[in-house]
């Protein structure tokens, strides 16, 4: 039984989706003013792993990426490159779409963009006036928070009795509490703009989301998820907006947020010389080891990004693929009956973890205690081709969910002639039981770097 971390209650659920068998499943998108950083690749990553463990469960899963291509740093960008929103945002969306396959994330199903939805925000946002729950100023049409009795229920924010209902005069545009959001804005002198019942302007940033995740998943959604930054105000806003509109509760069952990226101890800004683009990240490492970083790590977890965790990545994940190099190479060897226990213990304590809140620390923590049994046992030399092929199988199995494993066997590397000569003599020598001259020529090979091994399959090589 899979069980989740739900925002909304926080507490860990049981996951029961709206219609059995599908997951309806939402996560909030980049704005796309510029190319996309590490804390996207963390948070779009961490979701691509529960995505496809869901999907390994066996889940029908319709997962909605949005692209937030209107806001006020698209504005501010294209206008200081002298270019429009749309080519700033077609830009950096082609950019994005690199990176998110650079980086083995399974494309989402559906990637609305914002402005392609402007007739059914401004639908929404009619239906919330008309209901008496958003009202228009002088700038714009906002989202009356006293009007949502249950405004606060995501963040747990109490809101103060003067927030409630009191009409609060706080600035020359007579919004009525400084709480309510913009739902739409009018569009000032040089803003991208488009018509609506409220004359020429833009949508708010938080209907985007409500519209979109009706539009492409239905009124109520399964799975809703982001990073911590955005339970408030974002998600609470969302929720405002869709329950209000649809008068469903509750919009989304689940609430998942994954944690936040810090690049060495602090938080990524341009003016602390630490922000770090996706095509800057993937220019300096290997996105399987960034990958492989990211599945280490519980997706609640702050997580702090630096060279030295990448490294390590690299390494383990590297250890992982020689271990997967050492099975394909095996041929012939004695049946080890303890392979087919070894392998469904370590199905279920995989499953077991991730059914728990997709608890990938203790995930990995059973598949080591595999790798270490499945390279003790190699070494033993107790091994049939079967059950080398039944543990790729395997390994190509939980692969299913982290796509970041190597299952192609490595090209032999060629020696040059006279080394091959040498080890053929050597053969022939032993054959001859002439052992002094056997390890004459061994020793030789050694001193040039390579090593011999004397296997059941024949003498084979390697460089040290
Ligand atoms: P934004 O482009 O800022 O609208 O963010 C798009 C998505 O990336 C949202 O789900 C954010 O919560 C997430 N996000 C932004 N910055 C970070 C970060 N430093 N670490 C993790 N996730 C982030
Ligand atoms: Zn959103």
Redesign the pocket.
Known sequence: MLKLYNTRTREIEEFWPIEKGKVKMY?????VYGPG?I??A??YTAFDFIRRYLEYSKYNVKYVVNI?DVHDDMIKTANKEGITIFELANRNIKLFMKDLKELGIKEPNVMPRVTEHIKEIIAMTKTLQEKGIAYETEDGVYFAISKFPNYGKLAKIKLKKSFTGTRVETDKYDKENPMDFALWKKAKEGEPSWDSPWGKGRPGWHIECSVMSSKHLGEQIDIH??????VFPHHENEIAQSEATYGKEPFVKYWMH?????VRGE??SKSLGNFITIPELLQKYNPKAFRYFIASLHYRSRIDFNDEAIAQAQKNLDKWNNTIQELLSLEKGPENKEVATLIATARESFKKAMDEDFNLPNAWASLYDFQSRVNSIIAERVFSKDNADAILLFLKEIDFVFDFFEFKKKEEEALPQDLLNLIEEREKVRKEKNWGEADRIRDLLKEKGIELLDTPEGVKWKKT
């Open positions: 996560v909030c998108g980049p704005t950083h804390g996207h963390r948070t937030t998820g982001g990073a911590v930054d955005l994954a944690g936040f990226l810090n938080k990524m």
